[in-house]
């Protein structure tokens, strides 16, 4: 995923802002790291590029 994209995405459980952890960069990419809900501080996993925004509860 893009940082830039920081600015449009919001928590689905409770529409806070998210932070991120970047662990793993290429150039503008993050491939892997970790978004952050402020407000309810639910974690959301991004492997290979790809943020998983599945509410806990519906994740396998």
Known sequence: MRAD??????????RGELTLEAKKREGAEILSGTLTC????????IDDGIPDLLPPDERD
């Open 5 to 14: 994209l920081m600015d449009i995405l919001r928590c689905p459980v409770c």
């Open 38 to 45: 402020a407000k309810c501080q639910v974690d959301y996993p």
